[in-house]
């Protein structure tokens, strides 16, 4: 026989706490809302848990649960911030992107890795209206589990920049992550470290530790962002 009691103490439970799970989700948030990488999404696992039990069985004691759900958020929020001023924790947090496609090839090896099968590639790059693999100049696993690519120069489509004339746009890569120098880039590039350091410091950066981000393309132009504050120093030199 149904409990008339049990099912107004789930009626009311829905209507008080779907309120509050909203509040702790933007307190929590917009990145928790928009992508879920490894971390995040064992966050809104367990919180969907915590609600989901709440409200259905009424004999869970409902402060328990806002409390829950209000550490789950501090939590979430700590962590966070801790992988923003640390790199090296938002590793342990969460996955790298990973190449997967160089020059209209996979790689096999980082593929492995990523625990996708040629054909998942395939079906993401059909996705994204591309149905020839060597059309590919880079693919990028990214945390989230999407593929992110880049086009052969000849295979983009034109612009009104373009005036007429087919222009390849030049791939930029991480050169430096949070003061952090990634050397794979140099010798992808052939650039030497000292030759890095002559352009920071004429830039008017003094050493990679200022440098909360920098990236360089195939033609040597680098675009910085300094760590003391969010505005953004683009340098370009040949």
Not at 106 to 127: A, F, P, Q, V
Not at 210 to 220: E, H, T
Request: proline share 3%; no cysteine; hydrophobic share 45%.
């Amino acid at each position: 026989m149904v409990d008339i009691k049990d099912l107004g103490i789930v009626t009311l439970r829905i209507f008080s706490i779907l309120p509050f799970m909203i509040l702790v989700t933007l307190y929590m948030g917009k990145r928790s809302v928009g992508e879920l990488p490894v971390f995040d999404f064992l966050v809104v696992l367990v919180f969907g848990s915590v609600v989901g039990a709440d409200i259905a069985d009424p004999d869970i004691n409902h402060v328990h649960t806002i409390v829950a759900m209000l550490l789950i958020g501090i939590l979430q929020k700590i962590l966070t911030k801790m992988k923003i001023s640390s790199r090296k924790i938002g590793k342990l947090l969460s996955f790298e992107p990973t190449v997967v496609i160089e020059n209209g090839q996979i790689l096999k090896d980082e593929l492995k890795g990523t625990g996708y099968t040629i054909d998942n590639i395939l079906m993401l790059l059909r996705e994204k209206e591309v149905f020839q693999l060597q059309d590919v100049q880079i693919g990028i696993i990214e945390p989230n589990g999407n593929l992110s690519i880049h086009k052969l120069p000849s295979k983009q489509a034109l612009t009104a920049e373009d005036t007429g004339v087919l222009k390849g746009t030049s791939l930029a890569f991480p050169l430096i992550v949070d003061g952090v120098m990634h050397e794979s880039v140099l010798d992808t590039l052939n650039v030497e470290e000292k030759w890095v350091k002559d352009e920071l410091s004429r830039a008017g950066f003094n050493s990679f530790e200022d440098v909360f981000y920098a990236s360089i393309n195939a033609r040597k132009e680098i675009h910085i962002v300094k760590t003391s504050d969010t505005h953004t120093y683009p340098h370009f030199y040949n």
